[in-house]
């Protein structure tokens, strides 16, 4: 029988992939990393619920303690970014060095099964020609989570499969119906577990971060207000400001070193291009020359055309076709071919 070590979050997602494997009759065990304290998936109430899903399926459920690794990789990592004025997207950040890895280290050291599966939206695949797994979009558009994957090298996608890859999310909830799961009828989780567990990530940020209140500027220096901590701003942000002006204003640049945040119109948040470093190169081997793709500097921002200019250091920039506003540091870029991740990175500071 074949083995295979699903996560488990506690989330109807995770156990509709755990109920498909085991009734594809998978040896299924059942893996929660504990990451925080508190409520919400991938904390206390989270493991509660996976186990019941266990017991619901008659699998073994096991939990790690991974907390530790989950203040360093991720709370220390977006408290820094904040601090220094740029946003910091810690998914794909956790899902590489907090998630998949760990998991398959104790997957195939702990429990001897080179396999594992979560409850993400995406695809893999095998290139027999390039010799390597690719990863590509989910069916459901919507859900689609390969943005937050493209960080994941060739043997962590080798050794992973997305049982929801080729679902709607309509139909994972009626499969758990189906399977009268435990989970059918949790509500979705919407922010991040960061946000979901303090309310807020400004809220998850004043437990770390004290108040340094400093101005804010136009792009001439003029002084239009204050603000009580740039780590309370974010590229292209408009609502909140406090500022009455004539005309809408955006957050177009967030100065750390002077305490400043800097404010313009549309226009003056638009570049023509960026520098990614940190590249991962998935569906395709690093290119020696520029390829044509479309790419996405935000989860929920529509792909849009580029040019991929691979550069020293294994930094690439990203020279687009349009100009495009509020490319945000410490985001993910990631670009495609069709549906198929060719790679991705983190914008640098402009």
Known sequence: MKKVVVGLSGGVDSSVAAAILHNQ????????????????????????DAAQ??????????????????????????????????TPLPCSQCNK????????????????????????????????????????RAVDRNKDQ?????????DLLGASIFPLGELNKTDTRRMAAEYDLKTADKPESQD??????????????????????????????????????????????????????????????LDAVNNR??????????????????????????????IRAEVQIRYRSQPVPVTV???????VRLVFDEPQFSITPGQAAVWYEGDKVLGGGIIEQF
């Open 97 to 136: 060095t907090v998630k998949f890895g760990p998991m398959v280290k104790y997957a195939r050291e702990k429990l001897e099964c080179d396999r594992i599966a979560t409850g993400h939206y995406a695809k893999i695949r095998y290139d027999e020609t390039s010799g390597r797994y690719q990863l590509l």
């Open 309 to 315: 200019i691979p550069c020293e250091d294994s930094r």
């Open 25 to 48: 009759g998978y040896d299924v065990i059942g893996l929660t990393l504990w990451l925080m304290k508190g409520k919400g998936q991938c904390c206390s109430e989270g493991m509660i």
């Open 192 to 253: 991040l577990c960061l946000v979901e567990s303090n309310g807020s990530m400004r809220a998850f940020l004043d437990k770390y971060l004290a108040p340094k209140p400093g101005d804010i500027v136009d792009t001439t220096g003029k002084i239009l207000g204050q603000h009580d901590g740039v780590h309370h701003y974010t590229i292209g942000q408009r609502k909140g400001l406090g500022i009455a002006a004539p005309e809408a204003l955006y957050v177009i640049e």
């Open 146 to 154: 390969s943005y937050f994957l493209y960080d994941l090298s060739q």
């Open 261 to 290: 945040v800097v404010v313009g119109d549309r226009t003056k948040g638009t570049e023509a291009e960026c520098t990614v470093n940190r590249v991962n190169w998935v569906s395709i081997a690093e290119p020696a020359t520029p």
């Open 53 to 86: 899903i266990c017991e619901q399926l008659g699998v073994p459920h096991e939990i790690v303690d991974i907390r530790d690794v989950f203040q360093t990789e991720i709370i220390d990592f977006v408290v820094t970014g904040y601090s220094a004025g740029i």
